[in-house]
């Protein structure tokens, strides 16, 4: 694991297009992104923040249900 790069909400939201993720709707400060998989709707919560805290972000990845290895490969 080690040390994550500082993310803004436009890069995490840059990085989950490559992988089906659409914004759907903002409330706020807060984006929604999801896509169809063949299980079903995959969706994140994204604040719209400058700069996303650790645990912040390990919690979109949960809920986009990837790993940090895999999200990092998305960010090249």
Do not use: W
């Not at 299980?39 to 912040?56: H, L």
């Not at 972000?57 to 790993?67: N, P, Y």
């Amino acid at each position: 694991m080690g040390k994550h790069p500082v993310l803004s909400a436009r890069d995490i939201i840059k990085a989950l297009g490559k992988v089906g993720f659409k914004p759907i709707r903002q409330k706020g400060s807060h984006i929604v992104v999801a896509k169809m998989t063949e299980k079903g709707k995959v969706g994140a919560v994204i604040p719209n923040y400058d700069e996303i805290t650790i645990g912040t972000f390990k919690s979109i990845l949960k809920q986009t249900k990837l790993t940090e290895e895999e999200f990092l490969k998305l960010l090249k």
